[in-house]
């Protein structure tokens, strides 16, 4: 799958709407109950977003960046501003064993069961971890493309392994097709731009 490590423009991003979709197939019974199928075990993402008006240099920077992703051939960095964080997240305990632990999020309520969110594309610099709530400055590396954090040796049995981090969605364009309208002078809109998350 082709991706390309670069971010859409973020002062486009943050008037997106859209957020995480999940799949339920229901089927309607005779007697009124239905039957639920959960198709995807995790959400996929949705956005949409409207560029409207934009002028100058504004315009031909979001142009560049649909011609170097050739519609919907490449995917990309979103930033998602309504969930974008992770705080002292606990991604797992040590065994003396493992170095290399996924990056995840719990969404977790009283009562709920909990969802984890493997994090895959992680801010360059974001990252502080901790250890039994030690910070560590150093003693690890993390793969900000994959979200797998590597510990030089194996933390210990039981140890409580915490991050911070800031992350990114990857997306693509949901469509082939820039299609903008020119109301006047260098002044152009392109509205209900479709962008959809990958599964990597």
């Known amino acids: 799958m082709g991706f390309h490590d ?12 859209g957020g995480p979709r999940f799949s339920t197939t229901i089927q309607q019974l005779n007697s009124g109950h239905e039957r639920r199928n959960i198709n995807w075990s995790a959400a996929r ?16 920077a979001l142009l560049d960046f649909f011609h170097a992703r050739l519609g919907r051939a490449y995917g990309f960095r979103l930033k998602d501003f309504a969930d974008f964080e992770l705080i002292d997240g606990v991604i797992a305990t040590g065994d003396d064993t ?11 309520a009283a009562g709920d069961w909990p969802h984890r969110r493997d994090l895959k594309k992680i801010v360059p610099g974001s990252v502080s971890v901790r250890l039994d709530g030690i910070l560590r400055e150093t003693g690890w590396s993390v793969d900000t493309g994959t979200g797998e954090l590597s510990f030089d040796t194996p933390p210990d049995s039981g140890a409580v392994i915490s991050v911070s981090c800031e992350f990114d969605v990857p997306v693509r364009f949901d469509t082939d097709l820039m299609e903008a309208a020119i109301p006047g002078p260098d002044v152009h809109h392109w509205q209900s731009v479709q962008l959809v998350e990958l599964r990597v």
């Open 6 to 17: 670069i971010r859409f423009p973020q002062h486009i991003s943050y008037g997106a709407v």
């Open 45 to 60: 993402r949705e956005y949409r977003v409207d560029v409207s008006p934009s002028r100058g240099d504004e315009w031909r």
């Open 98 to 108: 493992r170095q290399s632990f996924q990056i995840c999020k719990i969404y977790e």
